[in-house]
Every structure is written in structure tokens, then in C-alpha cells.
Nanobody
Framework: QVQLVESGGGSVQAGGSLKLSCAAS????????MGWYRQTPGKERELVSS??????????SYADSVKGRFTISQDKYKNTLYLQMNNLTPEDTAMYYC??????????????WGQGTRVTVSS
């Protein structure tokens, strides 16, 4: 059973920074990627950033709204995923979720989710 536990959320003023962490435990041998999602009330969950765990270089991707401000990274030895968030704006206020992709048959998809950590950015 995979467990994902997020931490690092909090309240900051616009322009500030936060670093989210996601500790993964359990049977994670079949992981093919990890990502950070965020969600605000009344809106669909949005993929903020993702990183491949299949390639040695850890291919990353970002939503346009966070490019140049957020950086995703991973420490494979600690089984921990990070999201460094800089120059935060009130529009970044959301619940942030860590997610893990695993193979379902031949399909690599997000099958595991953390409980979320709240980020609040005030103007």
C-alpha cells in the first residue's frame, strides 16, 4: 500500500516562497512518475508539475501559470518529492496534493494521492 504524506504548506505574503515535501512509503517499485496537483473550491484539480521517475534525468513539466516560479525535484534515496514555490501570488492559494503514477497494465497513470497541504498567499 502506497502512502504519500505532504508537508510544508502554510500562509505567506505575495512574493514569498514555500517548499512542499511529499514523503512516499510502501510498495513503490512500479512508480513511473510523480506530480503535484492543486485545487481550489469549485474548480477541478489542476496538474501543477510532474516529474518522470523512469528516466535518469527526471524529465519535468509545469503548468504555464507556474513556469519560472515553481521547481519540482525528487530525492530518490529518501523517496521524497519536493515543490519549491517562489514569487507566490494569491492565485496560487489552493490545496496542494502529491500524486504518484504507477502502471495499470501498460498504462502509466496517477493512482495514488496524498491528503493535501494547504497553501494560502495573501496580497
Amino acid at each position: 500500500q502506497v502512502q504519500l504524506v505532504e508537508s510544508g504548506g502554510g500562509s505567506v505574503q505575495a512574493g514569498g516562497s514555500l517548499k512542499l515535501s511529499c514523503a512516499a512509503s510502501g510498495y513503490i517499485a512500479t512508480t513511473c512518475g510523480m506530480g503535484w496537483y492543486r485545487q481550489t473550491p469549485g474548480k477541478e484539480r489542476e496538474l501543477v508539475s510532474s516529474i518522470s521517475t523512469l528516466s535518469n534525468d527526471g524529465t519535468t513539466s509545469y503548468a504555464d501559470s507556474v513556469k519560472g516560479r515553481f521547481t519540482i525535484s525528487q530525492d530518490k534515496y529518501k523517496n521524497t518529492l519536493y515543490l519549491q514555490m517562489n514569487n507566490l501570488t494569491p492565485e496560487d492559494t489552493a490545496m496542494y496534493y502529491c500524486a504518484m503514477k504507477t502502471f495499470t497494465g501498460w498504462v502509466c497513470q496517477y493512482n495514488h494521492w496524498g491528503q493535501g497541504t494547504r497553501v494560502t498567499v495573501s496580497s
